[in-house]
């Protein structure tokens, strides 16, 4: 009898295990988010959607990336420090944080000049539209 309950809880430990294994490392949802725009209202919005969207697919698997590029690429600067912190939550939960390259060319901005938890891209738009052709939801 003994031998039975701990096959049958050995079985249901492994099955929980693929599962949260399978859900990170494939979530059932992909979600691309653009920011493009100066700081302002669309800055505390782009957080709140993303924090919304993490809680509510979160038991199924979301993968989140946020592109900046224009004048949202301000928004990753680190003399941005009244959104330093929220940043930083977001990339903690595994949400991609993507300078434009192209971006940081044109407005003169240097990878020391990033939050240190900022990725980088190659073109904002061109991540945007690659997401968007591997089936990822766009979210502007």
């Known amino acids: 009898m003994k031998k039975s309950i701990l096959a049958v809880a050995a079985v249901a430990l492994v ?8 859900t990170s490392s494939n979530p059932k949802y992909q979600v691309v988010f653009q920011l493009t725009e100066p700081q302002g209202q669309a800055w505390d919005m782009m957080v709140a959607h993303v924090t919304n969207l993490q809680n509510a697919l979160s038991k199924d698997g979301v993968q989140v990336e946020v592109v900046f590029f224009g004048p949202g690429l301000n928004m990753l600067l680190k003399k941005n420090t009244a959104y330093e912190e929220r940043l930083k939550r977001l990339a903690d939960s595994g949400v991609t944080l993507a300078a434009c390259q192209n971006a940081m060319k044109f407005l003169n ?30 979210v502007h």
Request: proline share 3%.
């Open 15 to 22: 099955a929980v295990f693929a599962a949260v294994s399978q």
């Open 109 to 138: 901005v240097k990878t020391e000049d990033l939050f240190p938890f900022a990725s980088q891209v190659d073109s904002g738009v061109a991540e945007v539209v690659r997401k968007q052709k591997a089936g990822w939801a766009y």
